[in-house]
């Protein structure tokens, strides 16, 4: 199974102004190879068989004729080719004479594009030589057989229903209104440009973001595939820059001044997932396009892609520091509408020792200091009880002082006696009451002295939390105003660190690598020997691989198996497949099982684009089944 996975190649082929023969053996030799690698798709720059800088050679007959018989060549020689190939030439329909794009395809003509905008300023003539293409398809005969001809062709996978693709040619792309529009919105997820662009001074950043942009408000994949060297340098250079965009993501892109092709794995699946989620994008103008059908047999590929095993984190440091100083914002920006709005004299937060408090903590700072506050302001407040550690109560003090917040410790252990002889439970046993006790404690002395100072309680869980349920139903699970509530795990340890890099406060800095330092715990189970004995991450499963699941479930939808799939390509040599495979089923079981909490979630702002806030991104019925979203562990 190929998930959605369809490879896809630019080419920038050698060539030779005019000498259809020699560039038809280059465009021959790449498809071979492209197809040794597992292309399905290939595009090749405009009019390649001939080179686009021919000039007034392009009303030569000769040249016409030899374009032609090229092109059924490669018809020919492409019989054994699991393989399509858009290839450019110059093309007559009737009298006129059209800059073209062809379609082939196992021995067949599949259909022929004609370029729709001409570029007729600056270096280009193209309206000396060429006819923009008219509005309606016709057919145009070829070695005695019929072919579509027109700029509204659809071609369609048999097998794979999300790969339909069309065609553009190079300036149909740089023009407001671009063919490729119309072709998403009948249904394209892909659009192949071939294209002659020459290079000058900052045309390839230009080009970068144009295609680039292009996917992304198309929701779909972009191959543009340009000339390059062995065209006329008689005014131009080109560059043979070469791009494959997918949503607004680039995949692959060819270095300059270089010939070969450049191969992308695209996601098709994830193309038409997108644009079924966004109900803005509406399909329209189908039943102007002729659709042509094609039969492609999956085979295995070199599936080169690979997938970041934090795909909420950015590899890059810089990327990743960027985005957590405007994420920091985003929350205390929150957070201070909602202090200002409630006319909150105080800001309450239970303070634990350990990373979501800390962030909650760090952010209520942020806030104050926006609002020309005093940090004083924030009452910070340790309950330390059963499970409590020296390491975490005492990082708990110093980071408060540190950040010269009001400071206090509530030590909660009479109270939750007291409630364990209230309703007969035997300290001893330590089950889910004996834990859960201690949290909703904790949670109503927070409640009770925000009354008390006429404040809000900030909560401080975080978004894989409330994912997998990690949280005690109107304990730790509520507040008035969640900061974290769309941050993942894998996130919040890193703007932790980032205030950390930030800080020229010694002791400051050191408390805060520390926390990063301590394993993620809730601290309900008594300590052994001083150490933290519940560990999460041996509980729930490690959070790298929750995040990993949740992002691809809910910001795509993507099946178990599919996430599956990917799991073991960002995560090999980490994780075994049936450690994989454990986790993952876990995830999908507590998803469903406790959607009851997040039903019920305070307010709190969205920072990224997966959110499981009911009033926002998603909901979803408490009580849905998860049989469908398991089956695929059987099979």
Known sequence: MNYGFIRMAVATPELRVAD??????QILAMMREAAADGVKLIGFPELCITAYTCSDLFLQRALLEAAEQSLLRIVQESRELQLIAVVGLPLRCGQQLYNCAAVVYQGEILGIVPKQHLPNYGEFYE???????????RTLELDGKKVPFGTRLLFACKEQRE???????????????????EHALAGATVIVNPSASDETIGKREYRRMLVASQSARLVCAYLYASAGEGESTTDMVFAGHSLIAEDGAQLAESPLFQHGFTAADVDVERLSQERCRMTTFVERGSNRYERISFSMCEAAGNFTRTFPMRPFVPDNQQDRDRRCGEIIEMQASGLCKRLAHAHCKSAVIGISGGLDSTLALLVATRAMDRLHRSRKDIIAITMPCFGTTKRTKTNAQL??????????????????????????HDPAVLDVTYENVQARERTQVLMDIANATGGIVIGTGDLSELALGWATYNGDHMSMYGVNCSIPKTLVRHLVRYFADLSEDSILK???LDILDTPVSPEL??????EISQKTEDIVGPYDLHDFFLYYLVRYGFTPEKIRFLANRAFAGVYEDAVIVHWLKIFVRRFFMQQFKRSCIPDGPKVGSVTLSPRGDWRMPSDACASVWLQWAEK
């Open 525 to 530: 189970l008594p300590a052994k020997q001083g």
């Open 510 to 512: 050191e408390t805060l």
């Open 20 to 25: 259809c023969a020699y560039n038809t053996d």
């Open 163 to 181: 790969f339909l693709f069309a065609v553009e040619i190079c300036e149909d792309l740089w023009v407001p209104d671009s063919p490729s529009t």
């Open 399 to 424: 980071l408060c002082e540190a950040l010269g917040v009001s400071f206090r410790t509530v030590p909660i252990s009479d109270a939750v006696h007291q409630h364990f002889h209230d309703i007969g």
């Open 127 to 137: 309206k000396r030589h060429f006819l923009p293409a008219e509005d309606e398809n």
